[in-house]
């Protein structure tokens, strides 16, 4: 079955250095992949979206890079601030089903 | 806009009961979807639609029924809850499929006792 993994362990960093995520997936070939925000007690919110033909995908101080061959993508969140604290959540989809991680939380201390 | 709105926000109910969490959009949506999110574990989606008339199984739709009579409503229907069915249960919708932005609802945490 598709197994969708993302960092396990939650990850801390200091204001202003470079976060960087992990989601990696097996058993699967998804159409495209998405990156959510969570915040305790609220539902995702949508961040950005990167397609199976295209390798890299930038908004702001976020980027995403999908490689279909490692089955892997990374997310970037770059000049780290306190208020980018939250769970990021990866999600791979084909046709009308989306599947998520379990999440890794971000804890930027200033 | 008040984007997708769910209620209750909290539920208590002993084990089987029935009830039904109310899912509403006011964004035109097409695609509206259900997930379930369990600590530790990814949203797991229960059933979703593509529009009005329309609807299909996800990974997790044993015990939970679902209808779209109209484009704005997608109604999750509980027939007799399990323990197992404790979780919080997110709505989501968008334009036209999971290509797309999702909309999420704020949750309802639902307690089966």
């Known amino acids: 079955s598709q197994k969708i993994e993302q960092n396990s362990e939650a990850l801390n960093i200091q204001e202003g250095k470079t976060a960087t995520l992990t989601c990696n997936y097996t058993n699967y070939s998804p159409a495209y992949l998405q990156w959510y925000r969570q915040d305790p007690g609220r539902g995702p919110v949508f961040l950005l979206l990167i397609r199976e033909n295209e390798k890299e995908k930038r908004k702001e101080r976020l980027k995403v890079t999908f490689d279909t061959t490692l089955k892997q993508s990374l997310f970037h969140i770059t000049a780290s601030q306190p208020a980018d604290s939250a769970t990021y959540l990866c999600?791979?989809?084909?046709?009308?089903?989306?599947?998520f991680g379990a999440g890794t939380t971000v804890t930027v201390r200033a | 806009n008040a984007g997708v709105t769910q209620t209750p926000k909290f539920q208590v109910l002993k084990t089987g009961q029935s009830m039904t969490l109310q899912c509403a959009q006011d964004?035109?949506?097409?695609?509206m979807s259900w997930y379930r999110q369990d600590p530790g574990m990814g949203l797991r989606l229960i059933h979703y639609s593509v529009g009005a008339g329309i609807t299909d199984q996800g990974e997790v739709p044993n015990g939970y029924n679902v209808s779209r009579s109209t484009t704005e409503d997608f109604p999750l229907r509980l027939l007799s809850a399990a323990p197992s069915q404790t979780s919080v249960y997110f709505c989501a919708s968008s334009y036209r499929g999971a290509d797309e932005k999702l909309f999420f609802g704020s949750g309802t945490q639902l307690s089966v006792l």
């Open positions: 964004m035109n949506h097409e695609y």
């Open positions: 999600a791979l989809g084909s046709d009308y089903k989306l599947s």
